[in-house]
């Protein structure tokens, strides 16, 4: 059974510049979670998408951004990008988002240069 | 506002020396109380869901039990390959879906 597919591994961006990452859940999971991982503030919830709506979002500014498509897989946008924006990004996937165990990819760690 | 402390930050213990670690948590009703391992470089692994004080749930050398206000993971005999970031999360019962985390144990067993 497939996990979860985080692509890129890995990014480096410059300050202002955009990017967009990439999640393909579990197969038959309709929740994705998106969060933010740094050693200061650990793991932040960003938002979670379910059946290409959104249906929570964290404390995070407008530029960050996402969408969920009709096979649920999900992408994350960053715009002008900071160097505080340097981090890990996680997605998670679940069935339903309700009482199940979030199942984690390996995460995207991107760097603002 | 719903939180979630973790301790100790960090643990080193002699394989074979038993342990526990610590979460704590505030939240606005609980729907679900999440343990993961997270190692180096990877994303976290899921160990554990409780759902209700008392509630209790084993897996090889790891056993997490449920109070109304904490969680603890209890480690027996440990090995060198149980060397990972421990992470606790709550879900609350608002609502929305996401997952509180605390910030970790990180746990390196010698052998």
């Known amino acids: 059974k497939a996990g979860v597919t985080q692509t890129p591994r890995y990014l480096i961006k410059t300050r202002g510049q955009q990017v967009t990452l990439s999640c393909s859940p579990i197969?038959?999971?309709?929740?994705v979670s998106w969060y933010q991982q740094t050693p200061g503030q650990g793991l932040q919830f960003l938002f979670e998408?379910?059946?290409?709506?959104?249906?929570n979002k964290g404390n995070f500014p407008g530029r960050f951004s996402g969408r969920q498509f009709s096979n649920s897989r999900s992408e994350m946008n960053v715009s002008t990008l900071e160097l505080g924006d340097s981090a890990l990004y996680l997605c998670?996937?679940?069935?339903?988002?309700?009482?199940?165990?979030?199942?984690f990819g390996s995460g995207t760690r991107l760097t603002v240069v | 506002e719903d939180q979630v402390t973790q301790s100790p930050e960090a643990l080193r213990l002699q394989e074979g020396e038993s342990s526990s670690l610590n979460c704590s948590y505030t939240?606005?009703?609980?729907?679900?109380l999440f343990w993961y391992r997270q190692d180096p470089g990877k994303g976290p692994e899921f160990l554990f869901t409780?759902?209700?004080a008392g509630e209790e749930k084993e897996k090889e050398r790891l056993k997490a039990t449920l109070t109304k206000k904490e969680s603890f993971l209890h480690i027996t005999a440990p090995k060198p390959e149980d060397s990972a970031t421990y992470l606790c999360?709550?879900?609350?019962?608002?609502?929305?879906?996401?997952?509180?985390f605390g910030t970790g144990t990180r746990l390196t067993v010698i052998p």
């Open positions: 409780l759902y209700s």
């Open positions: 998670a996937s679940s069935r339903t988002g309700t009482n199940y165990g979030y199942t």
């Open positions: 999360a709550v879900q609350p019962g608002t609502g929305a879906n996401n997952l509180f």
């Open positions: 939240v606005s009703g609980l729907r679900g």
């Open positions: 197969s038959g999971h309709r929740s």
């Open positions: 998408y379910f059946s290409e709506t959104q249906r």
